[in-house]
């Protein structure tokens, strides 16, 4: 093992017992875990939105419009599936989204939860309206 290697694992280490202090100083002060509250109100608060759309664009939901939903649905913090024929996959990940082989005239179905979801949704499917900002 090399002095990088042996410095890389000493500041993991390191790293995992300060977020460890942390939690505790936190749980101390307060008598409880604060973040299991927040987590927990925003899951009451929140539903999952769901809405079908029909893949218009020529060539379907190839590369490039894989790339283009991910990186819209990665800007955002809820959590964005979408679902074609039983398959459902996160649309934050490029693999994922490919591996759907969308084409045009598919339906694929929309989930989106979290604190931003209205917002998401609406991006979603005007990117998808738009036809990925594709000319046909």
């Known amino acids: 093992m090399t002095k990088y290697q042996s410095n ?3 500041f993991q280490t390191l790293k995992c017992k300060l977020k460890t202090l942390a939690r505790t100083i936190i749980s101390t002060i307060l008598g409880k875990n604060p ?10 608060e929140s539903t999952v939105l769901e809405q079908e759309i029909e893949i218009i664009n020529k060539l379907g939901l190839h590369a490039r419009a894989a790339a283009k939903l991910v990186k819209i649905a990665s800007s955002f913090e809820s959590s964005i599936e979408i679902e074609k024929q039983d398959q459902r996959v996160n649309a934050k990940s ?10 045009r005239g598919n339906l694929v179905k929309l989930y989106i939860e979290g604190t931003d979801q209205k917002d ?14 594709e000319d046909e």
């Open 94 to 103: 490029i693999m994922s989204v490919m591996m759907l082989a969308a084409s």
């Open 8 to 10: 890389i694992g000493k």
């Open 35 to 44: 973040f299991k509250k927040i987590l927990k109100r925003e899951k009451l």
């Open 120 to 133: 998401a949704m609406k991006a979603v499917i005007d990117l998808i309206s738009d036809k990925f900002g």
